[in-house]
């Protein structure tokens, strides 16, 4: 049975592919000429919402440490 904590990291593993494979088509895009601007945007607003919610995982994998 998975834990939550191996489907948090199952998530963020996901995540992060996901944003790999948006840095990748983005920089296709912009090497090629011209491109849908309207396209751009909203992979870049996809690609900075998964880097939100990859921050927001992260942080709920690492434990708080108290002084």
Same mark, same amino acid.
């Given at each position: ?8 990291? *199952? *998530? ?15 920089? *296709?895009?912009?090497?090629? %000429?011209?491109?849908?601007?309207? @396209?751009? @945007? *909203? ?5 900075? %919402? ?18």
């Amino acid at each position: 049975m998975l834990t939550d904590k191996d489907n948090l990291l *199952r *998530r963020l593993h996901a995540l992060r592919s996901e944003h790999r494979d948006l840095d990748t088509v983005i920089a *296709r895009l912009t090497e090629h %000429g011209p491109m849908d601007h309207l @396209q751009m @945007q *909203r992979l870049k607003k996809r690609k900075l %919402g998964l880097k939100d919610e990859i921050a927001w995982l992260e942080s709920r994998l690492i434990p708080d440490r108290t002084a």
